[in-house]
C-alpha cells in the first residue's frame, strides 16, 4: 500500500489521531479511490511515490538535530506530498492546483515545501520553470527560500546541478541551467522587472501575515502559461477573520467537508475537535501538531501550555501557533473565565427606569458601527464602593452588516437576532438622526448624568444633536493618547477603570453577545510609559466598538465633573 492511502486508512480507523478536517480530508482521499474516476480523477501511485523518493534520496535536512540526515517524509507529510504529485486527471496532468495547509508551529512546513519547490525546479519535467517562494515580505519569503538553499548546500546531487547566486547567506536565486529554471523567493516590495511571472510552482508561506491575497493574484494570474501549475499555502492559525487566509481556510474546510465541490484544492486543516482544551488536555495536541515527538517535543508543548495559563497576554498567540485555534485578537485582553463572571443574563434595562446614568457614545463612519452604552449606579459592595450595571446596543447599515457575515463572521447574522443588542439601519450609511433620538428617548426614560463622546466625528452627529436638544452634560473623551482639557478625561484612565471594576467584580454586563465578541477581540497601542488604548486599525475589523463606548462610559463615571461640561436643551416640535 502506498504511504499516502496508508496514513489515511489509519487517520479514519483512529490509529492516528487527527482533527476533524484532516479526518475530513483522508476520508475524501479513500473515497476518490473508490469512485473519483467516475469523474476523470485517477490515483498515480507511481508519481505519489516519485516524489517521496526524491524527498528521501536526493535531500538533506539542515540545522540542529537534523542536519545531514535524509529528508524522510513523516506519515502526514507523505499523505501531503503524495495526494499532490499522485493525484491525476485524465490527460495526465495533475489533479491538484491550489493547496492549503495549516499546522502548529514547528512542525516542518517550509521544508517540506522547500522540497515541493526543489522537486518541481529539477524533476518535475517542467522547461523553463519558474518557483517561487511568496512572503508578505522580503524577509518572510526568503524564510522558505532558505530553507531550499540549505537543503541545496546538503545534497551532493542538487549542488552539482544548481547554480545560487548572491553568495553564501546572501542567496537570491538558484538556477537549473539544464532546463532554464530557477526558483527565487518573492514578496510585494520585490522589484518589478521585465514580464510578469509565469510560475510553475508559487508557495506561499504564513498565509496569516498577508495584509491582502495581492502576491496570490499576480502569481495566479501567470499560471494560463503553464500546463499544470500548483499553488501551495503554508500557515499557522490566525485572528483576522477578513484576511486572505481566513478566506482560503474557509474554502479549504468546506472542500474538506465536501460542502464545496473542488476536485483542484487540496486541504490539510489542522484543527482541535469542539470541547478540546490544550491547555489542560495534552492528548488533543498531535491534532494541531502531527509531528509531535519528531520536530516539537511533548515537554515543549506543557511549557507553552503553561505559559498560557500563568501569562492571559500570550494565551492567544500561544493558542493560534501551537494549538491551531483561531482566535479573535492576536493577544487576549481578558480571559474567557473572567469575562462570563460579569456577565449576567437576567439583567434587564427596563428594570433601571429613572435610575442615574452614565452614556458613551462611540460614533463611526459611515459604514462602520455606532456604539451607545448605557452605566448605570447599582449599589455598593461591602466595603462601601460603587458597584454598576452596564449595557450596549450597537448599530449597523445593512450592506455593512451583510459584509461582517460574508467575511468576518457568521455569528453577526445572529447578533441582529435582537435588536436591543444590534440595530441595522434599511440603509447604507449610518443613520445619525435615528442615533440622535435615541438619545433623546434615553434622556426621558433615565437619569443621564452625562453623555462621554469622541470629537473626531462628533461634528457631523453635533447638527442632529442640536436639532432635538439635550439638556444634558456632553463632555470630550478622546479615543486617543489625548486627555480632554475640559473633562479631564482619558481613554488609557478608563480601561483603567474598566479592568479595576471587571477584577473587583463591581461591574455587571448585559449579555449583550457584541459587548463579548469586542471584550474577545481587542486589542492595544502601548506607549513607551506603558498606557494603553484599544488599536481600532487592527482590532477594529472585528469590531470592538461596543468595548470602546463602555470605556468611555465608565470613564465618564469616574471623571472628574466640571461646571463648564456644554448643555443641550431639549425641546420638542
Given at each position: ?119 518541481g525546479l529539477v524533476a518535475d519535467g517542467e522547461a523553463g520553470a519558474q518557483i517561487y ?441
Amino acid at each position: 500500500m502506498d504511504q499516502a492511502t496508508a496514513y489515511a486508512k489509519k487517520v479514519c480507523k483512529g490509529s492516528i489521531v487527527a482533527g476533524p478536517y484532516v479526518r475530513a480530508a483522508c476520508k475524501r482521499h479513500l473515497d476518490d479511490l473508490k469512485r473519483g474516476h467516475e469523474r476523470g480523477l485517477l490515483w498515480d501511485v507511481d508519481a505519489a511515490e516519485r516524489v517521496l523518493e526524491f524527498c528521501s534520496v536526493v535531500l538533506r535536512l539542515s540545522e540542529g538535530q537534523f542536519d545531514g540526515k535524509p529528508f524522510v517524509p513523516e506519515p502526514s507529510q507523505a499523505f501531503i506530498l503524495g495526494s499532490l504529485f499522485g493525484w491525476k486527471q485524465q490527460d495526465g496532468t495533475r489533479r491538484f492546483r491550489r493547496a492549503y495547509i495549516e499546522q502548529g508551529k514547528g512542525n516542518g512546513k517550509s521544508p517540506m515545501v522547500g522540497a515541493i519547490g526543489l522537486y518541481g525546479l529539477v524533476a518535475d519535467g517542467e522547461a523553463g520553470a519558474q518557483i517561487y517562494s511568496a512572503g508578505a515580505t522580503k524577509e518572510q519569503a526568503g524564510v522558505l527560500f532558505r530553507d531550499a538553499v540549505l537543503m541545496v548546500n546538503q545534497s551532493p546531487s542538487l549542488s552539482k546541478v544548481i547554480t545560487s547566486s548572491g553568495g553564501p547567506g546572501r542567496e537570491y536565486n538558484l538556477a537549473h541551467q539544464k532546463s532554464q529554471s530557477f526558483f527565487r523567493p518573492v514578496s510585494r516590495e520585490t522589484k518589478k522587472t521585465g514580464s510578469g511571472p509565469r510560475p510553475h510552482f508559487a508557495l506561499c508561506d504564513e498565509l496569516h501575515e498577508h495584509p491582502d491575497g495581492g502576491v496570490i493574484e499576480i502569481l495566479e494570474r501567470g499560471f494560463k502559461f503553464r500546463r499544470q501549475p500548483m499553488l501551495v499555502m503554508i500557515t499557522n492559525s490566525g485572528s483576522d477573520r477578513r484576511s486572505v487566509c481566513w478566506e482560503e481556510r474557509k474554502h479549504a474546510v468546506n472542500v474538506a467537508l465536501r460542502q464545496n465541490e473542488d476536485d483542484t484544492t487540496f486541504s490539510y486543516v489542522c484543527a482541535l475537535d469542539e470541547g478540546d482544551d490544550p491547555l489542560e488536555d495534552p492528548s488533543c495536541w498531535i491534532k494541531a501538531n502531527p509531528l509531535l515527538g519528531v520536530t516539537i517535543e511533548n515537554k515543549y508543548l506543557a511549557g507553552v501550555a503553561k505559559q498560557a495559563k500563568d501569562l492571559p497576554g500570550k494565551r492567544n498567540g500561544i493558542l493560534r501557533l501551537h494549538f491551531c485555534v483561531w482566535t479573535d485578537a492576536d493577544t487576549a485582553w481578558i480571559e474567557k473565565e473572567l469575562w462570563d463572571q460579569v456577565v449576567d443574563p437576567s439583567l434587564h434595562i427596563d428594570d433601571f427606569s429613572h435610575k442615574r446614568c452614565f452614556v458613551g457614545l462611540d460614533l463611526s463612519s459611515s459604514r462602520d458601527m455606532t456604539a451607545i452604552s448605557i452605566l448605570f449606579e447599582d449599589s455598593f459592595d461591602d466595603d462601601g464602593r460603587p458597584t454598576y450595571v452596564g449595557f450596549v446596543k450597537g448599530y449597523l447599515p445593512k450592506a455593512s452588516h451583510q459584509e461582517l457575515i460574508d467575511k468576518d463572521n457568521e455569528a453577526w447574522s445572529r447578533f441582529a437576532e435582537n435588536p436591543n443588542h444590534l440595530e441595522i439601519f434599511d440603509s447604507k450609511v449610518i443613520r445619525l438622526d435615528e442615533v440622535a433620538r435615541e438619545l433623546v428617548s434615553l434622556t426621558t426614560k433615565y437619569d443621564v448624568e452625562q453623555i462621554a463622546y469622541d470629537s473626531w466625528l462628533y461634528q457631523r452627529f453635533q447638527q442632529e444633536i442640536d436639532d432635538l436638544g439635550i439638556d444634558i452634560p456632553i463632555v470630550e473623551h478622546p479615543q486617543t493618547w489625548k486627555i480632554a482639557r475640559d473633562s479631564g478625561l482619558s481613554m488609557p484612565q478608563s480601561i483603567t477603570d474598566l479592568e479595576k471594576l471587571i477584577l473587583e467584580r463591581r461591574i455587571r454586563f448585559q449579555a449583550n453577545p457584541i459587548l463579548g465578541y469586542a471584550a474577545a477581540s481587542a486589542t492595544f497601542v502601548e506607549s513607551t510609559a506603558g498606557l494603553r488604548r484599544f488599536n481600532k486599525e487592527k482590532s477594529g475589523k472585528s469590531k470592538i466598538d461596543a468595548l470602546v463606548s463602555m470605556a468611555m462610559a465608565i470613564g465618564s463615571a469616574h471623571g472628574p465633573k466640571t461646571e463648564e461640561n456644554k448643555r443641550h436643551e431639549v425641546f420638542f416640535i
